[in-house]
């Protein structure tokens, strides 16, 4: 349907197409790890970018047949229903989903510091191993907020426009360009920046 556009794959790298504004950026397989073990939670993750930002995106859970999708400006749904991003507004109340750095990658340390803080100040943490399903269950309302440190473009890119479609807020935790830091926070508007200042104190704890 689209010849022209490039990709962005995380098995084969970016493989540029005529049309240079616009390129798919794919994860076949997110949550390689649980799905070799038999964990029944990995995805598929499919997103567009234009001029370096994401329109589209969709992400189907094959085990539970839950498609997640989204179009800029037109909204985030699973299967047939609307998507918001939860209500509360009190950190204390929130469950939080996370992604944990895996031996060889990461700053151990760092990560510790942060979690050791959103465990102390929240009702609980989940750590599922699919960074597509985390933020698109934050575009669902399942989780409250998200953050991970070192994520690749192919990880988030359709969760991305999940969250903002859904009236979340997404951004960079650290400085510079989310696509490129990987470090990435996602919640609802009330509790975004709280739960910000807390990471961010957390991080600044541990350097």
Same mark, same amino acid.
Do not use: C
């Given at each position: ?7 962005? /794959?995380?098995?084969?790298?970016p493989?540029?197409g ?7 950026? &794919? ?5 390689? =790890?649980?799905f @070799?073990?038999? &964990? ?6 499919i997103? +567009?970018?234009?001029d *370096?930002? /994401?329109i589209?995106g969709?992400i189907y859970? !094959? ?6 999708f #989204?179009e800029?400006?037109? *909204? %985030? ?5 609307? $998507?918001?991003? !939860?209500?509360?507004?009190? @950190?204390?109340e ?11 990658? *990461? ?6 510091? =942060? @979690?050791? %803080? &959103?465990?102390?100040?929240t =009702?609980?943490?989940?750590? /599922? ?5 985390? +933020?698109?269950?934050v575009a %669902? ?9 070192g994520?690749?473009p192919?990880?988030m890119a359709?969760? +991305?426009?999940?969250v903002?479609? #859904?009236?979340?807020t997404v ?5 510079g360009? $989310? /696509? ?5 926070i996602?919640?609802?508007p !009330?509790l ?5 200042? @807390?990471l =961010?104190?957390? &991080?600044?704890?541990?350097?």
């Open positions: 349907a689209r010849p022209n556009f490039g990709f962005l /794959m995380e098995e084969s790298g493989s540029p005529r049309d240079t504004r616009h390129r798919w950026i &794919v994860d076949p397989l997110d949550g390689t =790890t649980n @070799l073990h038999g &964990v029944p939670h990995w995805a598929i993750s997103g +567009l970018e234009e *370096g930002e /994401m589209a969709l859970h !094959p085990i539970a047949d839950e498609m997640y #989204a800029n400006g037109g *909204g %985030a749904y699973l299967n047939d229903r609307r $998507l918001r991003v !939860p209500a509360r507004r009190k @950190l204390e929130s469950l939080i989903g996370t992604g944990i750095p895996f031996r060889g990658h *990461g700053d151990h340390p760092r990560y510790l510091k =942060t @979690l050791a %803080a &959103v465990i102390a100040t =009702t609980g943490v989940r750590r /599922m191993g699919v960074a597509s399903l985390d +933020l698109a269950y %669902a309302g399942r989780f409250d907020g998200f953050w991970e440190f994520l690749k192919w990880d359709a969760g +991305l426009i999940l903002r479609e #859904a009236g979340g951004a960079a935790l650290s400085d360009n $989310l /696509m490129e830091s990987g470090d990435v996602a919640a609802n !009330p975004y920046q709280p739960l910000r200042e @807390l =961010t104190a957390a &991080v600044a704890a541990a350097t």
